[in-house]
């Protein structure tokens, strides 16, 4: 797999901006299939930097209810949160 096909899109919000700040992270929405070591090599090929640690957190597809009967689902996702070696940086929107 490329790391296109991998790696989703990045996170942007008030959490993934302050794990970025604080203990140098960046998360992604990942392929629902990628497993930890696909994520490290795909990070590494795509933004030239080294990875030291992968956490991945999965949120499971839940129904949606309306006065108890169901009306359809929520989609499930994949992300992981990836934390980059001392001295690199991946940046999204700096100087914007």
């Given at each position: 797999?490329?790391?296109a096909n991998i790696l989703i899109k990045p996170l942007i919000s008030e959490k993934a901006t302050?794990?970025?700040?604080?203990?140098?992270?960046v998360i992604f929405f990942?392929?629902?299939k990628a497993n930890k070591i696909e994520i490290k090599a795909a990070v590494e090929e795509a933004f030239n930097v080294k990875v030291a640690e992968v956490n991945v957190v999965?949120?499971?597809?839940l129904k949606r209810t309306r006065h108890g009967r169901p009306t359809g689902h929520i989609a499930g996702?994949?992300?992981?949160?990836?934390?980059?070696?001392e001295g690199d940086k991946i940046e999204f929107f700096e100087g914007v």
């Open positions: 797999m490329s790391y302050k794990a970025k700040e604080e203990s140098n992270q990942v392929a629902p999965r949120r499971r597809p996702y994949k992300k992981a949160y990836v934390t980059l070696a």
